[in-house]
C-alpha cells in the first residue's frame, strides 16, 4: 500500500493495525533523507488461516490481489499458504525481535553505507539486516577498513559492489570490543552517524546524493567536510583497536575500482588486507583448535570463505546461531 492508502486503510479497519508494517526496499534506503518507507505491506507473519482471519479486511485484500497469482505459478507449498509471505525469515525475526531498531545496508549498491532503522520495518529480501545496534560495531563496518575487505570478498554487478554476508561480513576478522572501546570508536560513530543524519536531513537528500557529495574533490562544503575529517577520525579509531598505529592511513581523494573515492591511499589498502588476511587465517587456526572446523578445512585458501568469530562479543547477538537460508 501507499501511504495515503495505508492511511485510508486503517481509517476504515484500525482494529488490523497491527498486520500491517511498514516495507523499506533499497530505494528508501539510499534516496530518502529520513529512510521512512514508501509502502507498507500486510504480513500475517506464521499465523495459521484461521488466525488471520480475525483480521478479516487485509485476508480479503490478500485474497483478491495475491491468492490468484500464487494459484497461477507459484510453487505448491505457496498455493497452499497463500496468504503468508513465501519466506517468512522466521530466524532473523527472532534473532531482532529484542531489538528496537537493526542495522542495515542493501546488498548490491555503489554507496557505501550502512543504518539504524526500526526492527518492526518489513525488510526487503535486498538488504541485509543486523541484529545490533552497537556503536563500535557502526563505527566498523562504516570505516573503508571494512570497506576494502568487502570489495575483496564480494562481487559487482555491473560495476555496483555486492556485499553478501556469508562472504563479506562473516568472515570479516573484528576488532576485540574492548579495544574499540580504548579507541573511542562508540562516540565516533555516534559523532560519524548524527553529522551524517543532520546533512540528510538539512539538504533533503538521501545517503547516495550525499556520498556523491562525499567522494567529489570539487564538493568543498563545510558540513561535507566535517564527516570527511570525522571519517578520518573513525578509520583510525579502527586501526587502532587493531593495534596498527604504524600504518599511514592517508586519506585523500583516490582512485579505486569503483572510482574516485575520499578513502585511505593504495599503499595503506594493501598493508590493511595483507593484514585482515593474517588475522582471519589466525583466528580459523585457532578454531580448528577448538574443534570448530574439520582438520582438513579448506579456508585457509588465500581467499577465506568461512565464518568468522565474533570478536565484539554482545555487539551482534546471535547473529552466527541462525540458519543460513534464514540470514
Known amino acids: ?26 530505494l528508501d534506503f539510499y534516496s530518502s533523507p529520513t529512510q521512512h518507507p514508501s509502502r507498507y505491506a500486510i ?17 480479503q485484500r490478500v485474497r483478491e490481489l495475491v491468492k490468484p497469482q500464487r494459484d497461477k505459478a507459484s510453487p505448491l507449498g505457496s498455493r497452499e499458504r497463500w496468504w503468508l509471505c513465501a519466506r517468512n525469515r522466521p530466524a532473523m525475526r527472532r534473532a531482532i ?5 537493526v542495522l542495515a545496508k542493501t546488498q548490491t549498491s555503489k554507496t557505501w553505507a550502512f543504518s539504524f532503522l526500526p526492527s518492526h520495518y518489513l525488510f526487503d529480501q ?4 543486523i541484529p545490533s545496534d552497537d556503536w563500535k560495531l557502526f563505527a566498523v ?3 573503508e577498513i571494512h570497506y576494502f575487505w568487502a ?12 556485499y553478501t554476508p556469508t562472504d563479506c561480513f562473516q568472515t570479516f576478522p573484528f576488532p576485540v570490543s574492548e579495544s574499540l572501546s580504548s579507541a573511542g570508536a562508540d562516540l565516533i560513530g555516534c559523532n560519524y552517524y548524527d553529522v551524517r543524519q543532520g546533512i540528510m536531513q538539512a539538504r533533503d537528500e538521501g545517503l547516495t ?9 570539487d564538493d568543498t562544503s563545510a558540513d561535507i567536510q566535517d564527516l570527511r575529517d570525522l571519517q578520518v577520525v573513525m578509520d583510525q579509531a579502527a586501526a587502532t583497536a587493531y593495534g596498527w598505529t604504524d600504518i599511514t592511513l592517508d586519506h585523500g581523494f583516490h582512485e579505486t575500482k569503483q572510482g574516485v573515492r575520499f578513502t585511505i591511499s593504495e599503499p595503506a589498502r594493501r598493508e590493511v588486507l595483507q593484514r585482515l588476511l593474517k588475522l582471519n587465517h589466525e583466528r580459523y587456526a585457532e578454531e580448528v583448535e577448538q574443534g570448530l572446523h574439520g ?9 577465506p570463505k568461512r565464518k568468522a568469530p565474533s570478536k565484539l562479543g554482545k555487539a551482534i547477538p546471535a547473529l552466527f546461531d541462525v540458519e543460513d537460508d534464514d540470514a
Open 43 to 59: 504480513n500475517f507473519v506464521e499465523m495459521t488461516l484461521e488466525e488471520a482471519a480475525a483480521f478479516p479486511a487485509s485476508l
Open 141 to 143: 563496518l562504516q570505516s
Open 97 to 101: 525481535e529484542h531489538c528496537d531498531r
Open 1 to 26: 500500500m501507499a501511504p495515503d492508502e495505508y492511511k485510508s486503510f486503517l481509517d476504515r479497519h484500525p482494529e488490523e493495525f497491527s498486520v500491517i508494517h511498514p516495507y523499506i526496499n533499497g
Open 295 to 303: 582438520k582438513s578445512g579448506t579456508s585457509m585458501k588465500a581467499t
Open 126 to 129: 535486498k538488504l541485509v539486516v
Open 209 to 217: 546524493a550525499t556520498y556523491n557529495r562525499f567522494h567529489n574533490a
Open 151 to 162: 570489495e575483496r570478498q564480494g562481487s559487482s554487478l555491473k560495476g555496483d559492489m555486492a
